[in-house]
């Protein structure tokens, strides 16, 4: 499943392959399918997000 995440409010850190990058209010990330990866907030302020999955047959 491809997967989408759009952040709205706040800021958050994404963890791909070991290294984390910090993604702001406006930034859009994209995972291709089965590409492990996590999100935390480490930070004060809430984040909030708009995510969007899209399965595929293959």
Same mark, same amino acid.
């Given at each position: 499943?491809? =997967?989408?995440?759009?952040?709205?409010?706040?800021?958050?850190?994404?963890?791909?392959?070991?290294?984390?990058?910090?993604?702001?209010?406006?930034?859009?990330?994209? +995972?291709?399918?089965? =590409?492990?990866?996590?999100?935390?907030?480490?930070?004060? =302020?809430?984040?909030?997000? +708009?995510?969007?999955?899209?399965?595929?047959?293959?």
């Amino acid at each position: 499943m491809y =997967e989408v995440f759009h952040l709205t409010k706040g800021k958050a850190v994404f963890t791909v392959k070991g290294a984390d990058q910090v993604v702001e209010k406006d930034d859009t990330v994209i +995972f291709k399918p089965n =590409e492990p990866h996590k999100q935390t907030n480490p930070f004060k =302020e809430a984040c909030e997000w +708009f995510y969007l999955g899209l399965a595929t047959d293959r």
